[in-house]
């Protein structure tokens, strides 16, 4: 998983971090597939974020498979 915050953080941002990271680890014991689309989403670099499309039908093609 790639750097999600900057290391410039204050406590409260740290603490968001830590609290989002257990949110997708236990994320990803349960559903992996939406773990790895919400990393993306997640992306510092805006570039490798999904767009509202390709999110949408990411999150179409998982539905289909659940």
Do not use: S, Y
Not at 2 to 29: F, I, N, V, Y
Not at 34 to 45: E, W
């Amino acid at each position: 998983m790639g750097q999600l915050w900057t290391p410039h953080e204050k406590d409260d941002e740290a603490e968001m971090k830590r609290a989002r990271l257990d949110c997708l680890r236990r994320l990803d014991r349960n559903d992996p597939t939406v773990a790895a689309l919400l990393r993306r989403c997640l992306n510092v670099d805006k570039t490798k974020r999904p767009t509202a499309k390709q999110l949408q039908q990411e999150l179409i093609k998982i539905r289909k498979a659940g």
